[in-house]
């Protein structure tokens, strides 16, 4: 007989075919749709050394996608340093500046593209929603080569970056869906914070720095390793078109 107060363990992992029907979709930039989070690391490694600051690499590794203040503030609590808000906002310019001198020629990752045509010739509204900074987010876009710009948010826009929710929130509005009708599709554990803040369906796609278990762990409602699997669905569902032969 089972013991009705043993603990369960944890919940199945879900799948995509379980999760309900979105009204739109809002993706994250960097590690999503172009391959640009090694090319982030680096840039906050130089900077960290140029000011002086030990940094990890594993570390920050697991703080890409966060507000860059944040990261800057939580790498130098590390090393037993409190930062103004001045200073915190120069060390995250100053990487945005070191990832535009090293990121010269961003490559979207794999299935982004074909992902993105899709939707586009789609009436399933979407939009970007990235704590970058506004310029540092037009080569990448330009990387994707898509026919129409998309709408996009980024971390200038609003007053908190992820894992507040308001970067989801904004972008929910200009496409004019209720955020909880949004599937947001993101690499990072800051990713799914905020969507699950933001009261989104939260979609984990495991080409950035966190593992499938680290999405599900920061409440991605299903992790998978590839773009293509989420246009499978969208397929399946009769949201894009396409056919079995591609």
């Known amino acids: 007989m089972t013991d009705p107060t043993a603990d369960p363990g944890p919940p199945e992992p879900e799948d995509l075919p379980d999760l309900p029907e979105p009204g739109g979709l809002i993706f994250d930039l960097d590690g999503t749709l172009v391959d640009t989070v090694p090319a982030r690391i680096e840039a906050w490694l130089d900077t960290f050394r140029e000011v002086g600051f030990p940094a990890d690499r594993a570390h920050l590794a697991g703080l890409i996608g966060a507000d860059g203040k944040r990261l800057a503030r939580e790498v130098a609590e590390v090393g037993g340093r409190r930062l103004s808000e001045d200073r915190a906002e120069a060390i995250d310019r100053r990487a945005g500046e070191r990832f535009d001198e090293i990121s010269l020629d961003p490559q979207p990752l794999p299935d982004a593209i074909l992902l993105l045509s899709a939707l586009g010739a789609s009436t399933l509204p979407w939009a970007i929603a990235t704590s970058s900074r506004a310029e540092q987010v037009t080569v990448s876009i330009k990387a994707l080569g898509l026919a129409n710009g998309p709408h996009i948010v980024d971390g200038s826009q609003v007053t908190q970056a992820k894992p507040a929710p308001d970067l989801l929130l904004h972008a929910a509005e200009q496409i004019g869906v209720a955020s909880h009708r ?61 056919s079995g032969s591609e």
């Open 182 to 242: 949004c599937w947001y599709v993101g690499d990072s554990t800051w990713d799914m914070r905020a969507a699950r803040a933001a009261g989104m369906t939260a979609l984990g796609v495991s080409t950035g720095a966190a593992s499938a278990d680290q999405l599900r762990g920061a409440g991605a409602r299903v992790a998978i390793s590839s773009l293509e699997r989420l246009r499978q669905e969208l397929r399946r569902r009769g949201l894009v078109a396409g």
